[in-house]
């Protein structure tokens, strides 16, 4: 019995910590934005465990000579695509005119030039930043290694 407990809890930690989707789970999503309209890209697939459900988010790209009335219609109609699943408990799609070499929402893999103009001061030298590596960006895609969940089990 406290065998059984012990798993349950485990089971139920993991979805409470935001554990990564299955890579089968981010290529079904993958699939589905990508299919969604003949000129929309999916960059960037993140889904964490949000309860026993998913919440899903997408880094999409459109041509830069897309209407802001046009790429939000695109990316409500994706993001209503992608809530109707059914492990799917909210998505947020980010709509985007370029693929970039590194994570917009991780100053750490940002260039220091594009630092500089976000925040409107040279970044400190004591901050971390590590170079953009194309593989790294495949490797969050797929939901190896995101995570808080899949952090703390590397640590046990």
């Known amino acids: 019995i406290i065998g059984s407990w012990i798993e349950t809890g485990k089971e139920q930690a993991a979805m409470i910590a935001g554990r990564s989707a ?7 999503i993958r699939e589905i934005a990508n299919q969604y309209h003949p000129e929309l890209y999916a960059d960037i697939i993140r889904a964490y465990h949000f309860g026993p ?14 209407q802001l009335r046009e790429s939000h ?37 940002w260039p220091n030039e594009y ?7 040279p970044r400190q030298k004591s901050a971390k930043c590590r170079p953009s590596v194309e593989g790294e960006k495949k490797l969050e895609s797929s939901g190896a290694g995101s995570g808080l969940f899949d952090t703390l089990a590397r640590r046990l």
């Not at 299955?22 to 079904?28: K, Q, R, V, Y």
Request: hydrophobic share 30%.
């Open 115 to 121: 630092y500089e103009k976000v925040r409107g001061s």
């Open 22 to 28: 299955d890579p089968e789970f981010l290529a079904n």
């Open 53 to 66: 459900n998913f919440l899903v988010e997408l880094e999409m790209v459109l041509p830069e000579t897309y």
């Open 73 to 109: 219609d695109i990316g409500m109609g994706l993001q209503h695509k992608i809530e109707d699943l059914d492990r799917v408990e909210r998505a947020f799609v980010h709509i985007d005119y370029q693929e970039r070499p590194y994570d917009e929402h991780d100053e750490n893999s």
